[in-house]
C-alpha cells in the first residue's frame, strides 16, 4: 500500500469536506488526487469518469429512483395522514401519546415509503404544532421526531439496503428486506420506552381515548395504504417480482391511490416528479463518486491491508464487530449514509465473513449503525430536517435527544449480541 497515495485521499477528502464542498464532489475530487498520484492528468480523470459510470450502471439502482418517487407520492397523497390517525388511535389514551403516535406512525411510513426524509417532514410538520399546543416541550417532540424517522431505512422497503446489496457483491436484496423487520421493531420498542420515561420526567398529560369504533375506521382507512407493504415484499419474496419491478409496482399503486384519496391532483404531480428527480440526482451522485472513491482503494489495496490488520489484532468476533462499530459511529457524524456504505462495506464485509459473520446480518447493523449519524451533528440530513421542520436549533435539540441516541445505541448492541434478531425471519421464509 503506497502510503502517500493514502495520505492524499484521506488528507484531500478532508480538506475539500472541511472547505464546505460537498460530499460527493469532495468523494469524486479526492479520488481524482490520488490517481493523479501514479497517471497522469487525462487518464486519471478518464478513469474517474468511467468508474463514476460503470458504478451506475446496474439494473438493482433503478430501485432508488423508483422508490423515492413512491415516497413522495405518499406524502402528497394524503397516505401519511391516514396513518398518523390510526397510531393515535392505537396508543392516544396513553400518557404522552403523541410521542408514541410520532414513533408508530414512522415505523409504518418506513415501512411503506422506505423513506427517513419522508418519515421526518411528514410526521414534524403534522405533529409538532399540535404537540407544542398541547404542552409538549418542541425539542423532545422534535429529537422523538428524527430518531424515529430513521426506522424507515431498516425497515423495508430501503433504499440504503439496495446500496449495501450493490456494495457487498450481490447479497440478496429480498434477505436485506425480510432482516430488517425486526431489528426496525426493536428500535421503536426501544425508542417508546425511552419515550415513555421521558414522558413521567416531563409529567405530560395522557391523550384523547379513542373507541373501539374509531380504532376500527382510522385502520379501515390506513388498510389500503398497509396493503402496498403486502404488495410488494410478499411479490418479492414469493419470487413474482424483483426488487425493482417491486418499486416500480409501488409507484403506480401510490399514485393511484393519492388520486382515489383526491388529495393529490394531476397539477401537484410536475412538482412531485421535479422534488422526485432532485432527491433522486443528489443520491446517484454520491453513489457514482463513491464507486470511484471504491475503484481507487482498491487499485491501492486499501481494504486488504486494513483486513488483515484488524485480523491481526484480534480473532475473537465480539472485538472486531467492537471496533468496526465504533469506526462506523465515529465515521457517520462526518459521512452521509451512502458514500459510507459503499467506501466501508467493501473493507468491513470480508473481515467479518473471514470470522463467520452473516453479510445480511452485518448489512443490518451497519445501516442501523450509521442511522445513528444521521441524527448527530454536524452533517445528520435528518437532524437538520427535523430541527426546521419543528422551527429550533442544534443547540437546544441535542440535550432531549441523549437518552434516544443511548436506545439506538441499545438496539444496535443487541443486534450485535444476537444475530438472530436479524437473520430469523429469513431462515423462515427461505430468503
Known amino acids: 500500500m503506497e502510503i502517500l497515495s493514502v495520505l492524499i485521499l484521506v488528507l484531500s477528502f478532508l480538506f475539500f ?35 463514476m459510470g460503470t458504478g451506475l450502471d446496474s439494473f438493482s439502482l433503478l430501485a432508488i429512483p423508483f422508490f423515492i418517487l413512491a415516497g413522495e407520492l405518499m406524502n402528497r397523497g394524503g397516505i401519511a395522514n391516514r396513518l398518523i390517525e390510526f397510531a393515535k388511535a392505537l396508543t392516544g389514551r396513553m400518557r404522552g401519546g403523541l410521542l408514541h403516535v410520532n414513533i408508530i406512525a414512522a415505523m409504518l411510513m418506513g415501512a411503506i415509503a422506505g423513506s427517513a426524509v419522508a ?69 421503536g420498542v426501544l425508542l417508546m420506552i425511552t419515550a415513555a420515561i421521558m414522558v413521567r420526567i416531563h409529567k405530560l398529560p395522557a391523550g384523547e381515548g379513542s ?23 410478499g411479490g418479492i419474496i414469493g419470487g413474482v417480482f424483483t426488487a425493482t419491478e417491486a418499486s ?27 422534488k422526485a428527480a432532485e432527491t433522486t440526482a443528489v443520491v446517484m451522485l454520491l453513489i457514482a463518486t463513491s464507486m470511484a472513491m471504491s475503484w481507487v482503494m482498491s487499485s491501492e489495496e486499501i481494504p486488504q491491508n486494513i483486513s488483515n490488520a484488524l485480523l491481526g489484532l ?7 464487530l467492537i471496533m468496526i462499530n465504533l469506526l462506523l459511529l465515529f465515521v ?42 444521521l441524527c448527530t451533528p454536524p452533517v445528520g440530513s435528518i437532524l437538520f430536517i427535523g430541527v426546521g421542520v419543528a422551527n429550533t436549533t442544534i443547540q437546544k435539540i441535542i440535550k432531549p435527544m441523549l437518552p434516544f441516541y443511548a436506545a439506538m445505541v441499545l438496539a444496535l448492541i443487541l443486534i450485535m449480541l444476537f444475530p438472530e434478531i436479524t437473520l430469523w425471519l429469513p431462515r423462515v421464509f427461505g430468503v
Open 119 to 187: 418519515a421526518a417532514s411528514s410526521m414534524g410538520g403534522i405533529l409538532g404544532k399540535r404537540m407544542e399546543k398541547e404542552g409538549y416541550p418542541k425539542e423532545l417532540g422534535a429529537a422523538v421526531n428524527i430518531t424515529s424517522s430513521t426506522t424507515g431505512l431498516i425497515i423495508p422497503p430501503s433504499n440504503v439496503l439496495i446500496v449495501y446489496s450493490l456494495a457487498s457483491g450481490g447479497v440478496s436484496v429480498a434477505a436485506l428486506f425480510v432482516a430488517g423487520y425486526l431489528p426496525g421493531l426493536l428500535v
Open 211 to 233: 373507541s373501539f369504533g374509531v380504532i376500527l375506521k382510522t385502520f379501515w382507512a390506513a388498510v389500503p395504504s398497509l396493503f402496498l407493504l403486502i404488495v410488494v415484499i
Open 332 to 373: 457517520g457524524i462526518f459521512m452521509d449514509m451512502t458514500p459510507a456504505v459503499l467506501i466501508f462495506t467493501p473493507i468491513f464485509l470480508p473481515v467479518v465473513t473471514a470470522l463467520g459473520v452473516d453479510p445480511v446480518h452485518f448489512g443490518i447493523m451497519m445501516v442501523l449503525n450509521l442511522c445513528i449519524g
Open 314 to 320: 484480534s480473532d475473537n468476533i465480539f472485538v472486531i
Open 17 to 51: 469536506l472541511g472547505i464546505g464542498v460537498p460530499v460527493a464532489w469532495s468523494l469524486g475530487l479526492s479520488s481524482m488526487l490520488t490517481l493523479m498520484v501514479t497517471v497522469q492528468t487525462m487518464p486519471a480523470i478518464t478513469t474517474i469518469a468511467q468508474r
Open 248 to 274: 416500480a409496482i409501488a409507484v403506480v399503486y401510490s399514485l393511484v391511490l393519492s388520486m382515489i384519496y383526491r388529495e393529490l391532483k394531476v397539477k401537484d404531480l410536475p412538482s412531485v416528479l421535479l
